[in-house]
């Protein structure tokens, strides 16, 4: 399977975890900032919603195991970064800012 083609598997299966407090998709809110596939491995950079996320390690496990699920797929790493600083105005989809009540 092409590199590309694992990617998009990759982003696919990641938009399936959903944040419990907001119920949107963590790929919808803009949190996951980069995923990289090289020769079986998965590197993702994602951020939460604030520092104090009580759900922290169940996204990041959620991600993870998303990861794993993709055909190709040997070993994930999921790596929480706070720069860029989360902003939904800039980084959540439409659909999520809708949902969110930012217009």
């Known amino acids: 399977m092409e590199t590309s ?3 998009n ?3 696919a299966e990641i938009g399936t975890v959903i944040d419990p ?3 949107l998709s ?5 949190l996951i900032y980069e995923v990289q596939f090289n020769a079986g491995k998965v590197g993702v950079k994602m951020t939460l919603t604030s520092m104090g996320c009580p759900a922290g390690p169940e996204l ?3 991600v993870h195991a998303a990861c794993m ?3 190709g797929v040997e070993d994930a790493e999921v790596e929480v970064v706070w720069t860029p600083k989360w ?3 800039e ?3 439409d659909d999520a800012k809708m949902t969110l009540g930012i217009f």
């Open 5 to 7: 083609e694992v990617t």
């Open 9 to 11: 598997q990759l982003w």
């Open 21 to 23: 407090e907001i119920g």
């Open 26 to 30: 963590l790929k919808e809110l803009g």
């Open 60 to 62: 990041t496990a959620g």
């Open 69 to 71: 699920r993709v055909p």
């Open 87 to 89: 902003d939904p105005r």
């Open 91 to 93: 980084m959540a989809s």
